[in-house]
């Protein structure tokens, strides 16, 4: 009896003792947004990034809302351009009302390179920071690639 009372006492030290030890305790959560914000490795030949990028130059050649609303990061943090945009107004209306969408096709027809937390076309942003064009983005959200961005330089609205 003495001997099951010994026995039940350590394996109950040794049950606490285990709990406590950081060890064996899962590392703390790494939020996405921390992998988010890594600089951009070069993803031009991953077949991932090349398959988004196809589904996203056929529905631009459609012109197919729906698809590119699920390619696109929400439309809130989507940058179609530099001031801030009326109210009610879609990057859909704004590249509509601007005849947009052929130079939208041209840009993603463009060779991406990594630059800062994007894949970004043409390879010029990346080297040139006054690059005079139009210019896209897409990174890494949640696990899954979105575009980010189609926008003219820097106040050429």
Request: net charge positive.
């Amino acid at each position: 009896m003495k001997l099951r009372l010994f026995v039940s006492a350590l394996l109950t030290l040794l049950i606490f003792a285990l709990a406590g030890c950081e060890a064996l305790q899962k590392p703390p959560y790494k939020k996405k947004d921390d992998e988010d914000k890594k600089p951009m490795k070069d993803q031009a030949g991953d077949q991932a990034f090349q398959s988004f990028l196809g589904r996203l130059r056929q529905a631009v050649a459609k012109r197919d809302h729906a698809t590119l609303t699920s390619l696109m990061v929400p439309a809130h943090d989507f940058g179609y351009r530099w001031d801030t945009p009326p109210a009610g107004e879609t990057p859909f209306a704004y590249w509509d009302q601007r005849n947009l969408w052929p130079e939208l096709a041209k840009t993603l027809r463009e060779t991406f390179v990594a630059h800062e937390l994007y894949m970004v076309a043409p390879p010029a942003v990346a080297t040139q920071p006054d690059y005079p064009g139009f210019r896209a983005g897409m990174r890494i959200v949640g696990g899954s690639w979105k575009f980010a961005y189609f926008v003219p330089a820097e106040g050429a609205q």
